[in-house]
């Protein structure tokens, strides 16, 4: 990685730009602007990522590719559309499926993409092999194990139907779709190298079924982000300004969050329809949250008081 601590000085974070800007330019001249298209979510980092490569590779017609999923925030699908009218190289897809019937088909998100496949495979397959490493992870796994909260759902107790195909069906396969039919291998990923979960110590250039996503960001972090985004005075979405203050934007309620509880109270606030539209669209999986008490309140619960689940990731 080539970031190295927190505090740096302005040139640093300034050296940091300039050695992404001559990254992304070497990729740029490798594989030809018509290979090449951005992963556009309208979020922060496809935003940063957006402008990055205007610096590397000034009045390029690289596509910006944004997943129209019907399960964005509205503030960000609106962002986009904005955006559109002034960048004809913004591009809008949808997925050929909609989320409710992509979810009762395959399954539903729960806590997390490593531990809905591993359920999604128990509901398969049993215990065999690959789920028992999951349940009792060697001292050495770089991962963690199943949380004791939720071994039951290794049993026959478990109902509800698991697995991580909702990011696939919803952004992924459209992305991949569109690549192909456009002979574009070459997706631009914006992924910070300081992220948590799966996309923490993601690889610059990884391979995929279909050609290679670039992930330039890898080497940066949220410190430098924030420095270039004031430096180059970039406009973000309002998610991300007063009164609203997201940390990050998304799919709306995503079970995966591990601030849920702290999301769905900020829609609650101020987009109270698309707050019920999550209770909707995710109402199998809030239910079993709060039943267990992991993420979201049990029902009663005391505002600000916390279950013993709620330390639990």
Known sequence: MVFMSNKRSDADNDFLTFDRIIKIKSIIEKYGQEHCYISFSGGKDSTVLSHLVDLAAPGNNITRVYANTGIELNAVREFVLELQ????????????????????????????????????????SGHCKTVERYLNPAENRKTFGCPQCLRYQFTDEFKLKCSKKC???????????????????????????????????AKCMVDMPYGKHFQPLTAV????????????????????????????????????????????DTLAQYFPNERKQCEYIWKPVYDEYRRIGYRLKRKGQIKGQMSIFDLMI
């Open 167 to 201: 990011c696939y069906n919803m952004k992924e396969k459209p992305m991949m779709e569109y690549s192909k039919a456009h002979d574009k291998p070459i997706a631009f990923i914006g992924l910070l190298g300081d992220e948590k979960g799966g996309r923490n110590n």
């Open 85 to 124: 009218k002034s960048d004809p190289r913004i591009d809008i897809i949808k997925p050929s499926v909609n989320v409710k019937t992509a979810l009762e088909r395959d399954g539903y998100p729960f806590k997390s993409k490593e531990h809905s496949m591993y359920v999604d495979i128990y509901q398969h």
């Open 221 to 264: 972090d949220s410190e430098w982000e924030e420095y270039f985004i004031k430096k180059e005075n970039i406009k973000l979405c309002k998610l991300y300004y007063p009164p609203y203050n997201f940390k990050r934007t998304g799919c709306k309620g995503c079970p995966y969050n591990i601030e849920l509880q702290q999301s769905l």
